[in-house]
Every structure is written in C-alpha cells, then in structure tokens.
Nanobody, 124 residues
Framework: QVHLVESGGGLVQAGASLRLSCAAS????????VAWFRRASGEEREFVGG????????SYSNSVKGRFTISRDNAKNTVFLQMNSLKPEDTAVYYC?????????????????WGQGTQVTVSS
C-alpha cells in the first residue's frame, strides 16, 4: 500500500507560481497513475490533472490547461504539480491520488489512495 503526502501549498498573490509535491512511501510511485484533485470551500472535489504510469502522458481539466503541469520523478518517488499564473479561483485544498490504472481517471472513484491535502490560497 502506498502512502501519499502533499506539500508546497501556501498563500500567494494572483499571477504567482507554486509547485506542489506528492511524495510516496511504502511503494514505488512509478507503478501508479497519479492525479491531482482540488476542493474549494463549499464545492465538490474536482479533477485537476493526472499523469499516466506507463508513458507519462498527462491530461488536465480545461480550467488549468496551459497553466498547470504535472511531472513525476520516480527516483525521488514524487509527483509534482507546477502551477503558474495562479488565479483566486484556484484557491482550494489540493490532493494527490494514486491508482494502478494505466491512465488518469477524472473521477474520485478511480483512485484507491489519497493524500491528506495541502492548502493553496491565491489572493487578488
């Protein structure tokens, strides 16, 4: 069983960048497809993007496409979410999730393992 821990969140101004990390322990993260979700206050948790375990292909929601980039460093057992040009509407708790599936799913039920989340707040 893999254990996931997110880090890198914080308070930034609109237009700034942040890089979130999802560090895995217990299992090699390279054997999992990993996704990022977020939940804004009062909202449902939504898919942000994901990276496949095999070919490392990525997919993103329309709201972050072109601004966010997901990458993985299997040697560090970590997946990253680079967030650029942040907007106030990006404010949320960000979660990473992992599953043995080949490609990212856009629904929460597609993932068996979750981190505890890290808060990202973007001020205007």
């Amino acid at each position: 069983q893999v254990h996931l821990v997110e880090s890198g969140g914080g308070l930034v101004q609109a237009g700034a960048s942040l890089r979130l990390s999802c560090a895995a322990s217990g299992r090699t993260i390279g054997t999992y497809t990993v996704a990022w979700f977020r939940r804004a206050s009062g909202e449902e948790r939504e898919f942000v993007g994901g990276i496949a375990k095999g070919d490392r292909s990525t997919s993103y929601s329309n709201s972050v496409k072109g601004r966010f980039t997901i990458s993985r460093d299997n040697a560090k057992n970590t997946v990253f979410l680079q967030m650029n040009s942040l907007k106030p509407e990006d404010t949320a708790v960000y979660y990473c999730a992992a599953d043995f599936r080949m490609f990212p799913a856009t629904v929460q039920s597609g993932y068996d393992y979750w981190g505890q989340g890290t808060q990202v707040t973007v001020s205007s």
